[in-house]
DNA sequence: TGCAGGCTTGTAAGCGCTTACATAGACGGA
DNA sequence: TCCGTCTATGTAAGCGCTTACAAGCCTGCA
């Protein structure tokens, strides 16, 4: 009914306090359950609340209880699907608390330090993705509010919450060794990000206690499918190149396959292709790429739950919570096709 | 240094007054940039400021100014490159005007209406995208809050903004058409959302206006990539079936496609696929999918722009905003492989 | 009938910020 | 020297909500 016409105030607690006969003392209360309200009260305001189609101005609330029943979630970009599912689940949950979920990217932000700072002026704790803020600047924002660290190394006073890696990637190397390769090279650059590092930390750990040559230097390319091409043409100048290739991602394991193929390498004969986040495309293409599955969807409510927790109360952690992950062996290893597996019985 | 200490009461204007020795109105106005100062007490203001690491609270700025600077969006799942695209677009904009995103996900909720009306409270105006609430509700919204239709067809009172669907339906379809087909079926529920329908519309029309068969019923199955199997089954049970399918979206055609070649059907010799969004999978599947790009990262882009242009004040445009799309053929509508096509020169 | 104690409701004091308005200097011209 | 004008600053009134506290009412018991 009386929605805001122009000229008429809007709608605030006064006008359903002035239409119920009650006072705003009252309203609030039957609002929000607290203090005790004979039903006839109760009903007079309700019916007044519907009447006006009233809803209170978060702003205010906010400001009388000191709280936001908010959360911030920062990261570098949103590309892939690795954000999609993260942010679903984080949703998710922060839903089921009744919290709301304010999203900054960094990367398409000029001031990315000051951006995260005014976020954290209304939101009640925040979390941090990695390649968002340096740590000392985590660190600090960890003092002034709860802060959770995503996929990222923990930092004093902040918890940390991330997906498994150098043990998967121990795992997938291990595979891939036990598949006679022996000349096995990394690509991605570990110093990018946490998640790189602990995945080539897997990689050499496997290497190194394995009868298989030294580790190559890593080949050093950033995370996009742009780099493929580069990749290819630096195996293919090898004159002993790799066998097997463990990639940072599958967007850099498509590309880097594609471009091999195209140039005639056959996959995984030749040489073998792993790489990492289980996309979409990685069981569509041929031969379906081997990967590693991260729960993201669980890791994103994961994130939002310590992060309610650490809101409401609980202490920071000792220890980061670190999720399982799985390989999902396809055939760009050299394991024979299995048709089964590519069944998108999962939506990723 | 002074940051919060148990038992120190935070930072406030009031702290940040007294350190520099002015009065509260004072620090607003060095704040906000209003009103005249001496640069003396300016610099004063700012000292105290850095030392005390203040920021100002936002509840107490929004019920001042009765304005939060930020925007919902609402869309009912996160799932694809779609919106991830449409999200970086939507917030790279909402971030240059000074706002913040809230998003939440209906499809999670489970009283999305509560959920959206409860978001508005916090937000000075919303994106809706399709299949997230019915028209009355967002007719409803938008008396009392600007609001922007995504990918949906306008409503009294709000704004819309979209991609292209018909046209490029029609051209895709009459590009079949030219490649000699004439057994051509639609695969996607036209009921199912906005877009689709109007694609289907784009698809019907292209086929009265040529010689090729009636329109087949369309193959009815939702959105997801788990139909593929589906659709192939019915395809395949037809006497004189298809010779080319055009489907709703990509996961659609790439799904039906994979069961349609394991089942040793050739694609595009025994039957033409097409989809759309040009999702990454699109370039690497063999044939290439051919297929419509949406500019999703400009589609986000303009709805917070147009979202932001209502909030201050701009009046509602009478007609909607639609963003031309683009056709990508690739080799799954007949065309010839062209390799240079699948460079991934842009992420999509 | 009077009164203690339990419910229900109202009153009013914030929450931290913005901003209209009042005030106090500083300056220049008569 | 006095007064009108500006300019820089302070004062205080909100913004709409929550909540501690006060007050009023009703009940049951002595």
């Given at each position: 009914?009386?929605?805001?016409?122009?000229?008429?105030?809007?709608?605030?607690?006064?006008?359903?306090?002035?239409?119920?006969?009650?006072?705003?003392?009252?309203?609030?209360?039957?609002?929000?359950?607290?203090?005790?309200?004979?039903?006839?009260?109760?009903?007079?305001?309700?019916?007044?609340?519907?009447?006006?189609?009233?809803?209170?101005?978060?702003?205010?609330?906010?400001?009388?209880?000191?709280?936001?029943?908010?959360?911030?979630?920062?990261?570098?970009?949103?590309?892939?699907?690795?954000?999609?599912?993260?942010?679903?689940?984080?949703?998710?949950?922060?839903?089921?608390?009744?919290?709301?979920?304010?999203?900054?990217?960094?990367?398409?932000?000029?001031?990315p330090e000051?951006?995260v700072l005014?976020?954290?002026?209304?939101?009640?704790?925040?979390?941090l993705?990695?390649?968002?803020l340096p740590d000392d600047a985590a660190r600090a924002l960890?003092?002034?509010?709860?802060?959770?660290?995503?996929?990222?190394?923990?930092?004093?006073?902040?918890?940390?919450?991330?997906?498994?890696?150098?043990?998967?990637?121990?795992?997938?190397?291990?595979?891939?060794?036990?598949?006679?390769?022996?000349?096995?090279?990394?690509?991605?650059?570990?110093?990018?990000?946490?998640?790189?590092?602990?995945?080539?930390?897997?990689?050499?750990?496997?290497?190194?206690?394995?009868?298989?040559?030294?580790?190559?230097?890593?080949?050093?390319?950033?995370?996009?499918?742009?780099?493929?091409?580069?990749?290819?043409?630096?195996?293919?100048?090898?004159?002993?190149?790799?066998?097997?290739?463990?990639?940072?991602?599958?967007?850099?394991?498509?590309?880097?396959?594609?471009?091999?193929?195209?140039?005639?390498?056959?996959?995984?004969?030749?040489?073998?292709?792993?790489?990492?986040?289980?996309?979409?495309?990685?069981?569509?293409?041929?031969?379906?790429?081997?990967?590693?599955?991260?729960?993201?969807?669980?890791?994103?409510?994961?994130?939002?739950?310590?992060?309610?927790?650490?809101?409401?109360?609980?202490?920071?952690?000792?220890?980061?919570?670190?999720?399982?992950?799985?390989?999902?062996?396809?055939?760009?290893?050299?394991?024979?096709?299995?048709?089964?597996?590519?069944?998108?019985?999962?939506?990723?």
């Amino acid at each position: 009914m009386a929605t805001s016409e122009p000229g008429t105030r809007p709608t605030t607690i006064y006008s359903v306090a002035q239409l119920a006969g009650v006072s705003i003392a009252t309203v609030s209360r039957v609002l929000q359950g607290t203090g005790a309200t004979s039903a006839q009260v109760r009903a007079q305001v309700l019916q007044a609340v519907e009447d006006l189609e009233y809803v209170p101005r978060r702003s205010a609330r906010s400001l009388a209880v000191q709280r936001h029943d908010a959360q911030g979630l920062v990261v570098h970009d949103l590309t892939g699907p690795y954000y999609s599912e993260l942010l679903m689940g984080y949703e998710s949950a922060a839903g089921e608390f009744g919290q709301s979920v304010i999203i900054v990217v960094t990367g398409q932000r000029e001031d990315p330090e000051r951006s995260v700072l005014e976020l954290a002026s209304r939101v009640d704790g925040l979390v941090l993705a990695n390649s968002t803020l340096p740590d000392d600047a985590a660190r600090a924002l960890g003092r002034r509010t709860p802060v959770v660290m995503l996929a990222r190394a923990a930092v004093p006073g902040c918890d940390a919450v991330s997906a498994e890696n150098a043990q998967s990637a121990r795992e997938l190397t291990e595979h891939l060794i036990a598949h006679g390769r022996r000349r096995l090279f990394f690509v991605g650059d570990p110093e990018g990000s946490p998640d790189v590092q602990e995945r080539y930390r897997g990689f050499t750990a496997a290497l190194s206690s394995s009868d298989a040559s030294a580790v190559g230097p890593a080949i050093r390319v950033d995370f996009r499918e742009l780099s493929g091409a580069k990749v290819a043409a630096q195996v293919m100048g090898h004159s002993n190149g790799p066998d097997a290739l463990v990639c940072a991602n599958d967007e850099l394991a498509l590309s880097t396959m594609k471009a091999l193929q195209r140039a005639g390498v056959k996959v995984p004969d030749d040489i073998a292709i792993v790489g990492w986040d289980d996309v979409m495309t990685a069981r569509y293409v041929s031969p379906g790429l081997t990967t590693v599955r991260q729960p993201l969807f669980e890791l994103g409510r994961l994130a939002a739950t310590r992060l309610h927790e650490r809101i409401t109360g609980a202490p920071v952690a000792p220890e980061p919570r670190i999720l399982p992950t799985e390989l999902v062996l396809r055939s760009s290893c050299g394991c024979p096709e299995t048709d089964d597996r590519d069944v998108p019985w999962v939506t990723s």
